[in-house]
């Protein structure tokens, strides 16, 4: 069954799947509004409340394991739908072990810095799912798009030499290796979304009074770079998809094929992971057993030794006299008649 669901979830995320070394132009080669794999939005709906569910399984797994980390990392153009993503897809995860940070412009004392190091301070531990709002990949593609955040990063000539593009694909292509090595797995969505839906949701932003909150003037002036961030991403994706962590592309033009396709990613690198209860060996086991008879030991005067096993014998009982035809009585509650 578990087999059968992660070769179904594979085969639905393949397409999203950025070949490592392949060259991608985002307009050709990904459509925004793409939504094979499920018949109707209710359908879609429905998956992913059960992918939400697995989530949730595989999550406590993982903290329990305490060996390996997953990192999220979530990049989009503005109203492509990264904080609904995260609101519905982690809904019924145990808070405790999930840790969402959002990256802005980097503050004064974050540029004194190498441009990694801010990411790197808010890695997730062993155990936990980690999610990047935004991430280093900022560093080639906003720093990139406006040049003045790289003049402000206070970097020596040299390191400003050649192609610095290039070089930094390279030097988070290694910080990737490093972590994935360390057992830290790295889920990278980046959602797509086109230039026309984009449009029309900043115009929601406007018409409903409710979201006029989420507009910002700022945004509508980035749009005027569209091509030149289409073009960062394009290389972006290019450069840094590596088989221990490939980028994929989620269609974002209907916010619940988007939401859907992240989940599956990150489900099925979870099912990848396959993280365990740890078991209990034999000393261990001997060994709760001798607490458990000093502690039943410790028994007041007509008090069970053990309470709950006390229980679980009187439900043991009842039911076994319903099925040998005896209804169990309840306190207060008449037996039911045959
Ligand atoms: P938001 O995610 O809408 O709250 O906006 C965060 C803003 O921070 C966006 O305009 C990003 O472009 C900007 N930002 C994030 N990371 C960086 C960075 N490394 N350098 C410059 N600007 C950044
Ligand atoms: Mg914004």
Known sequence: MAD?????LAEFIEPFRVKPGSKVKLGRDFDAAFKAGVKSKKAGVALLEEGVRLLAEYQERLAAQDTWGVLVVLQALDAAGKDGTIRHV?????????????????????????????????????????????????????VRVHPENLDRQKLPTASKRGDIW?????????????????????????????????????LRRLDLPDHNWKFSAADVREREHWGEYQKAFSEMLSHTSTER????????????????????????????IDPRFPTVSKAQHQALLDVREALEAQAPKGAAPDPFEERER????????????????????PAAAE
């Open 166 to 202: 290039k070089r930094r694909y390279r030097e988070i292509n290694d910080w990737e290796r490093y972590l994935t090595d360390n057992g830290f797995r790295i889920v990278k969505l980046f959602l797509n979304l086109s230039k026309e839906e984009q449009r029309i949701r900043f």
């Open 4 to 8: 059968t669901r992660q070769r179904r």
């Open 90 to 142: 982690m809904s019924g995860v145990n808070p405790q072990g999930v840790d969402v940070h959002s990256f802005k412009v980097p503050s004064a004392e974050e540029l004194n810095h190498d441009f990694l190091r801010r990411y790197a301070q808010c890695l997730p531990a062993r155990g936990e799912v980690g999610i990047f709002n935004r991430s280093h990949y900022e560093e080639v593609l906003v």
């Open 245 to 272: 962590a490939p980028w994929y592309v989620i269609p974002a033009d209907r916010k619940w094929y988007g939401r859907l396709s992240a989940g599956a990613v990150l489900v099925h690198t979870l099912m990848e």
């Open 314 to 333: 009187a439900a043991k009982a009842a039911t076994d006299g319903q099925r040998d035809g005896q209804p169990a009585k309840q306190a207060g509650e």
